[in-house]
């Protein structure tokens, strides 16, 4: 089965992995979930292994890997994707989060969630949803200092797939039409798998999403066609009814346009141990391999602790820190030693109000050859709930990325200051029927003028679950 990248005949054509393989993996959930559930299930889903965020919370930090603040269960969370994707995989200069199918770690939606209604198909139920959104942009960059005014129309049909209670697959095209010649219309598609299962004393979990875009990015300063394969395999232990072991292994490979191809292996370890009812902590291992073609290739070991709890009923927090330490294959570079940090504090100012900050750094490959990213984040946002139906938004942050030689670690090559703010309003008109407007200011300022933009930037989403 081929798809299309674009409507233009001479663009690249990509392919997904072959589907028996979802298929069979959805035909060994719905057997286990007719075989009743195992002793010790979790009430909760469990979140197999992410490359990317988990999107349960509004608003959305755009850079950071952790959820904030707290949300009813009838906002619409495809609704709600990060302005900007992680380093590494992309972050959109114009328009939606160019891989939304990978921002979750659990199954898209719950079976008959968000309004839809199942649709029994033997031992699969099947659920479908439509989106429009309509983007329209001022300075936007397509290209070497050309700035751009657009309309961005994008059309997302999306089709769930449920075997039992732990396994889904999610299916959703977009036909996406720019009316600024600078850009060219294209079909993406992305698929994603999620799903878990147990055993005594054991949790295992396994996602896979395949992503083919072509959105405008700020690390190439233009419309970008890209495929992304990401997979994991998680498994976490209950070591004794208090301590525990996590055990996760990921891969992530991409194909970019003028880009070098990356292949990224990571396994990362944890021991984690409540220490009261309020605090847990834990101690991590990891360890990662980039392959990129062409370019050098790059292993690294990671050192993490971890901290979450809270202080009282209102205030929880999430602290990590740590270092990496990277080798490059094939180059004179010393070894680079880089700190690994990230917080995240949420308050629950009210019953319907929430606010949260946080701060990261970390690196990631790059779009460009013989090039790695270390990046640190800032940002905050604030969520009001109005009222049954309405609620409202406003999230802001920076993110200083440099681009370093893997030849000479020392050398920076590039250096970018990324700045967003922006603030939503969604209003539940039906139990299907869902709506944000939304307004956002992008800036980047980058010491290689090339990649030089300020963007205001108007939304609106229309969804609805058949």
Same mark, same amino acid.
């Given at each position: 089965m081929q798809f299309f990248s674009s409507f233009s005949h001479d663009r690249p054509t990509a392919r997904f992995l072959s589907? #028996?393989?979802?298929?069979?993996?959805?035909? %060994?959930?719905?057997?286990? @979930? *007719?075989?009743?559930? !195992?002793?010790?299930?979790?009430?909760?889903?469990?979140?197999?292994?992410?490359?990317s965020y988990e999107p349960r919370t509004l608003p959305e930090a755009p850079w950071m890997s952790t959820s904030t603040a707290p949300t009813p269960d009838w906002i619409d969370q495809t609704t709600v994707q990060p302005t900007f994707a992680q380093p590494g995989i992309g972050s959109a200069s114009f328009g939606d989060n160019p891989l939304p199918s990978m921002t979750g770690t659990r199954p898209i939606r719950p079976r008959g969630g968000s309004g839809s209604t199942p649709i029994p198909l033997g031992p699969i139920d099947a659920s479908f949803d439509a989106t429009y959104s309509l983007t329209y942009g001022t300075g936007l960059l397509s290209n070497a200092n050309r700035d751009?005014?657009?309309?961005?129309?994008? !059309?997302?049909?999306?089709m769930n797939l449920y075997a039992g209670d732990r396994w889904s697959i999610r299916y959703a095209p977009s036909l996406t039409f720019f009316t600024a010649d600078g850009y060219?219309?294209?079909?993406? /598609?992305?698929?994603?798998? *999620?799903?878990? @299962?147990? *055993?005594?004393? &054991?949790? $295992?979990?396994?996602? /896979?999403?395949?992503?083919?875009?072509?959105?405008?990015?700020?690390?190439?300063?233009? +419309?970008?066609?890209q495929t992304v394969h990401s997979t994991g395999l998680s498994a976490n232990w209950d070591v004794n009814g208090r301590d525990s072991l996590t055990f996760s292994l990921s891969q992530n490979i991409r194909f970019a346009d003028s880009a070098p191809d990356s292949y #990224? &292996?990571?396994? +990362?370890?944890?021991?984690?141990?409540?220490?009261?009812?309020?605090?847990?902590?834990?101690?991590? $291992?990891?360890?990662?391999?980039? =392959?990129?073609?062409?370019?050098?290739?790059? !292993? =690294?070991?990671? !050192?993490?602790?971890r901290l979450q709890?809270?202080?009282?009923?209102?205030?929880?927090?999430?602290?990590?820190?740590?270092?990496?330490?990277? +080798?490059?294959?094939?180059?004179?570079s010393p070894s680079n030693v880089s700190p690994l940090v990230s917080a995240v504090v949420t308050y629950q100012v009210l019953d319907r109000t929430s606010f949260f900050v946080g701060f990261d750094h970390s690196i990631s490959t790059s779009y460009f050859s013989n090039q790695f990213t270390e990046n640190s984040s800032v940002q905050g946002g604030l969520t009001q709930i109005l009222s049954s139906k309405w609620s409202a938004s406003a999230n802001g942050g920076l993110r200083m990325t440099s681009y370093l030689n893997t030849l000479d670690a020392t050398q920076t090559e590039r250096?970018?200051?990324?700045? $967003? %703010?922006?603030?939503?309003?969604? &209003?539940r008109a039906t139990a299907k029927l869902r709506a944000t407007a939304s307004y956002s200011f992008r800036s980047n300022s980058s010491d290689a003028s090339d990649f030089d933009f300020d963007s205001n930037q108007f939304g609106l989403r229309l969804s609805y679950a058949f």
């Open positions: 589907p #028996s393989l979802l298929l069979t993996l959805l035909a %060994v959930g719905s057997a286990e @979930a *007719a075989s009743g559930p !195992l002793s010790g299930e979790p009430e909760d889903d469990f979140a197999p292994l992410s490359t751009e005014t657009s309309f961005r129309h994008a !059309l997302i049909p999306g060219e219309n294209t079909v993406d /598609h992305s698929v994603v798998l *999620a799903g878990s @299962a147990t *055993a005594p004393g &054991w949790l $295992f979990g396994l996602n /896979h999403g395949t992503s083919i875009t072509s959105t405008p990015l700020i690390e190439t300063g233009r +419309q970008t066609d #990224s &292996w990571v396994n +990362q370890n944890w021991y984690d141990r409540p220490l009261s009812d309020r605090l847990s902590a834990g101690l991590g $291992f990891g360890i990662g391999y980039d =392959y990129l073609d062409p370019g050098v290739d790059m !292993l =690294y070991e990671r !050192l993490n602790a709890g809270s202080f009282g009923s209102k205030l929880t927090y999430r602290l990590s820190g740590g270092a990496e330490i990277r +080798q490059f294959s094939g180059s004179d250096s970018d200051d990324s700045f $967003f %703010v922006g603030c939503s309003v969604s &209003w």
